[in-house]
């Protein structure tokens, strides 16, 4: 079963704006990761974010983690044509596995 | 490029039948994961092996199996094949260090399979 819902399921923004993607997740987490993924392929890490941190930078990427309220968001700041993609919150549960439990998806669309 | 190497990439088979999947982690990553992605169960953990040994096990059928080799790769043997196991499946591998490097899952490009 799902434990990340990711919010809202679609996107589609202009580029030069922000984008914020946002999940929520139902227990207890050790850490919740973003990741990428262009049409039918693989996916790629963007940024992990642990149960201990609140917020957590990449280059234009925000990632926020509210553990009060299981749910983080994504930003991506002044977005372009190539972050068209479907994004998707993962989380690693406590006391469980390394295993991903992954959302459904944020589908993103940013038009030139 | 992540590393990870699937193959193949593609595979179009009928109900009934017999595939492997093989997935290669980058160099030096001892844990294998496999996942299958559909669009009705979007993606789900299928199994984790670690240096060989299974560590963990998700909603994978028991007509599915996987191992790990002494080399590190890992094969996923799926059988009896049904319609409903069409998807993309991936193969993760992260690194044997501690810390967020440990954490970290590099994907394959995946096998996408087909069942008719």
């Known amino acids: 079963s799902q434990q990340g819902e990711e919010d809202p399921q679609a996107l589609s923004i202009q580029e030069g704006e922000n984008a914020t993607m946002n999940c929520s997740y139902k227990?207890?987490?050790?850490?919740l990761q973003w990741y990428r993924q262009n049409s039918g392929r693989g996916l790629v890490h963007l940024i992990l974010i642990r149960s201990n941190e609140r917020e957590k930078h990449s280059g234009r990427l925000r990632v926020t983690l509210d553990t009060s309220k299981k749910s983080s968001s994504l930003l991506i700041t002044a977005s372009r044509a190539a972050d068209t993609a479907s994004y998707f919150c993962a989380t690693v549960l406590q006391g469980g596995s390394e295993k991903l439990v992954f959302g459904k998806g944020t589908k993103l669309t940013v038009n030139p | 490029d992540s590393g990870v190497t699937q193959t193949p990439k593609h595979l179009i088979t009928a109900t009934g039948q017999r595939v492997t999947l093989r997935c290669s982690p980058r160099?030096?990553?001892?844990?294998v994961y496999w996942y299958q992605q559909s669009l009705d169960q979007g993606l789900q953990f299928l199994i984790h092996y670690y240096n060989g040994e299974e560590r963990a096990k998700g909603n994978i059928l028991e007509r599915f199996s996987a191992q790990q080799f002494p080399d590190l790769h890992s094969e996923l043997n799926l059988s009896s094949l049904e319609l409903g196991d069409s998807a993309l499946y991936f193969c993760a591998s992260s690194a044997r260090t501690g810390g967020e490097g440990r954490e970290t899952q590099y994907f394959g490009p995946g096998t996408r399979l087909l069942v008719l």
């Open positions: 160099s030096g990553d001892l844990s």
């Open positions: 227990t207890s987490i050790n850490n």
